[in-house]
């Protein structure tokens, strides 16, 4: 796929469906919503830019999709002290159930608050099949990884988490790897 440097929320949508890999070319706020397309890998790299918002990963209702989505080198960074992730991998999506995000791995990112917060989350992630974070930070927020019900492996390595209030949950979450972790 060809590359997409972004500057917006609305030129990351327009990337997606450009089928493009999406590089930041400055701090960009706002929300993102990510449709896992049939045999289209996505990467979005943040290139060491601030992402202040949401991105929704929706499965689109295929937990065996073979598809990819990596989130990588992205500065999330908010001075809201208002409730949100900065990633959601959600079972319900606009009412419909079982939404299935797949295949997701989150790489090289930093969460931060400017305060410390009990109402900012790094990532939720409920029914995801094969979820992958490594060499990711947490400052000042309530915890970096907050799963439930996910069927399929969950996979944590080379994370630090520091001055939050939580480190990482993996509900009942059937196969679960944490290596490397300091929390």
């Known amino acids: ?34 449709p896992q397309q049939e045999k289209f890998n996505v990467v979005i790299d943040g290139r060491g830019y601030k992402f202040d918002g949401t991105f929704t990963i929706d499965g689109k209702n295929r937990n065996d999709g073979a598809e990819t989505l990596t989130l990588k080198n992205i500065n999330f960074y908010t001075e809201s ?5 900065f990633i959601s991998c959600p079972s319900t999506y606009n009412g419909v ?12 990112c930093t969460f931060r608050a400017s305060t410390l917060t009990d109402k900012v989350g790094a990532i939720s992630a409920q029914k995801t099949y094969h979820l992958t974070v490594k060499n990711c930070e947490a400052y000042n927020i309530h915890s970096l ?18 001055n939050c209030f939580s480190g990482i949950s993996v509900g009942n979450t059937k196969t679960t790897s944490i290596s490397n972790a300091d929390i």
Do not use: W
């Open 1 to 34: 796929p060809r590359e997409y440097a972004v500057k917006s929320v609305e030129e990351i949508a327009e990337a997606l469906t450009l089928k493009s890999k999406v590089l930041f070319a400055a701090d960009i706020e706002g929300n993102v919503y990510i």
């Open 97 to 108: 159930n079982e939404r299935y995000s797949h295949n997701v791995t989150i790489d090289g």
């Open 145 to 162: 990884l907050q799963v439930q019900s996910c069927d399929n492996d969950v996979t944590v390595e080379k994370v630090k988490v520091e």
């Open 81 to 85: 002290t208002d409730e949100m992730t």
